[in-house]
């Protein structure tokens, strides 16, 4: 990344802690897509999602000052907006299932505009049934297998926005991937991939 | 190879690190072992999926509003605490604060004048509205208040738990005011910016709405100036204040979008 972005995103984290809303909504342009791409992985429901992303953008903002640089900002967003995360599951637990309905949205399910219907049809499939998978998975391997598997995170920066050492953060992501598999296993004639 | 290797090869798959002896060792052993070949047929599987998962989703125009409108509410509950908090420490420390429309007496220390801060605080006007009340009530000393007062008395009007005081400020050697136009987004954050940094640097400020934007009369020790400039040079700013050099800066921002 440039020596530019840095000095300008220094300058808008400067302005955003004095409470200058219009830096802090300039400083989070930057992040918001991928807050709200991990708020749906983890919420399972588009409307808990958003919710989920203005509770964390509330939260960071209140915190600002708090933001002493040790973690590079963007971990530090994303550490917020997963404890946002997860403290929604944990507080809904004794909820009923919510609908995955709203999860059969560009968030899960992207349009292949290239595919034909009958495949966007098979894909559509399979994906709700790995959203419906992902949903069984609990919390923690959940949070671990999205910033590594769907958001490309390293294992050091799952780390540190978990707030967890590398070898857990290797071992949930084990166990999470070795859950999902089983399931696919359990639905051969809905993941073959001679379908799509 | 033995099937209790296969879940960390599987691992390394995933994660796009799995050399070429290893992948050759997996396949072949998939070829003698259905369970593992069942696993690798399901980590190619999910692999796909989760490859197709974009990391980024657009924000719907709705919560894009929602948080940003949550964001808004949550800077002026903020400022409007802030101000509350200056309104009573202000009021504490004996200085003239009334709290009404939009009114500003300016202070000149060559006049020996006392400026009053007027805001309407939100969450307080009771308190800053008692206050206007009571002095408006002691009307021959507020007048004589606004008016300047006699050079050198001092009048203290008490109404309601709020002492409002002033007195002829002590000479002091300052610069004539000088007017800077600053260019803003936001009026509001950037006057509550603004706000702050003249705190920051030990200055005062008085605030006078105008039709669409502020008069921010700033009063700073000049030694802080330089340093003031350079905190709000990232918006754009017509005119130059004086140079440093007088023991007192005084500058009136006009805040316009």
Redesign the interface.
């Known amino acids: 990344m440039e020596v530019g972005v840095f000095v300008d995103e220094e300058k808008l984290i400067a302005r955003a802690m004095r409470g200058d809303a219009a830096a802090f909504n300039e400083l989070m342009a930057a992040h918001e897509k991928r807050m709200y791409a991990v708020a749906l992985r983890m919420c399972a429901n588009t409307e808990d999602a958003q919710d989920c992303l203005q509770e964390a953008m509330l939260r960071i903002y209140r915190g600002m000052d708090s933001f002493k640089g040790q973690a590079s900002f963007a971990t530090w967003v994303y550490r917020i907006t997963m404890n946002t995360c997860l403290d929604e599951l944990r507080r809904r637990k004794n909820r009923p299932n919510t609908s995955l309905d709203g999860l059969l949205e560009v968030g899960w399910s992207p349009q292949d505009p290239a595919a034909s219907p009958e495949k966007r049809a098979v894909q559509g499939e399979m994906r709700a049934e790995l959203a419906r998978c992902m949903k069984e998975l609990p919390e923690d391997m959940r949070a671990a297998v999205v910033l590594r598997d769907v958001e490309g995170y390293a294992y050091e920066e799952i780390a540190g926005i978990l707030n967890i050492n590398v070898g857990t953060v290797k071992s949930r992501i084990s166990r999470a991937r070795e859950k999902l598999r089983e399931k696919i296993k359990a639905r051969p004639e809905l993941f073959d991939r001679k379908r799509v | 190879m033995k099937c209790s290797d296969t ?2 090869l ?2 390394l798959l ?2 796009g690190a799995l050399r070429e002896d290893q992948l050759e060792a997996l396949e072949a052993h998939a070829r003698e072992c259905p369970e593992c070949a ?2 690798l ?10 490859d ?9 125009l ?3 509003a ?3 409108g ?3 509410d ?2 002026k509950a ?2 409007t605490r802030r101000l509350t908090r200056w309104v009573s420490a202000v009021a504490a420390g004996a200085v003239l604060v009334v709290g009404v429309g939009a009114t500003v007496l300016r202070q000149n220390a060559r006049q020996a004048r006392m400026s009053a801060v007027v805001q309407m605080a939100d969450a307080d006007a009771g308190t800053i509205e008692n206050a206007y009340e009571a002095a408006a009530n002691e009307s021959a000393a507020f007048g004589a208040v606004m008016a300047g007062g006699a050079a050198g008395d001092a009048a203290v009007l008490e109404a309601d738990g709020v002492s409002l005081s002033m007195a002829e400020p002590a000479e002091t050697a300052a610069a004539p005011m000088q007017e800077l136009r600053v260019k803003v ?2 009026v509001d ?2 006057c ?2 603004i706000c ?2 003249v705190s920051e640097y030990e200055g005062s400020t008085d605030a006078q709405r105008t039709d669409g934007g502020a008069n921010l009369y700033v009063t700073l020790p000049g030694e802080n100036l330089a340093d003031f400039m350079s905190a709000i040079a ?1 918006w754009e700013i017509e005119g130059e204040p004086a140079p440093a050099g007088a023991e007192t800066a005084s500058l009136l921002l006009v805040i316009h979008p």
């Open positions: 879940g960390a599987l691992d995933m994660d069942a696993q047929e399901a980590a190619r599987a999910l692999s796909a999926l989760m197709e998962l974009p990391p980024e989703v657009d924000v719907p709705t919560a894009q929602a948080w940003r949550a964001v808004r949550e800077a903020r400022r987004d936001d954050a950037a509550d910016t702050d940094l990232h």
